[in-house]
């Protein structure tokens, strides 16, 4: 019997996140991927706490991007970039663990319009703390075999 599909994506996502140097220096986690789909997590330390106690805006923001870019990833090929986002904070990242959840919009020929909620997770509740919006775009096919 075969894997299914997220679990293949999953597996391969996992693969690209571990060389990420900055992911896997905050201890980022690919929770799943699927067509069209991306849940990225990461626990909140004190390394990533800004001077008021919150998760920095920069983890939450990066968390975002990545979650984006997985999520277009799926509908494109995994040989894309971020070429613009958004992202509006809520409120403050306050919590054990921030969780993002990103979703394809809408997919054309080369990029991918994609959709992001980022939640701070207290006492097992996860509360909104930012919104993102992203355009991902397929690397060239030269740029992508250099990436690979």
Known sequence: MSEPAGGVLLTKGREILARQPF?????????????????????VTDKIKQQNGFAHGGVVSYLADNALTYAGGTALGFAVVTSEYKINYVRPAVGDRLIARAQVVHVGKSQAVCRCDVFAVVGGEGKLCAIAQGTIARLPEQESRSAA
Do not use: D, T
Request: hydrophobic content about 55%; aromatic content about 4%; proline content about 5%.
């Open 23 to 43: 992911s896997v220096l905050i201890g980022a986690e690919l929770f799943a991927l699927e067509p069209g789909l991306c849940e990225l997590q990461v626990a």
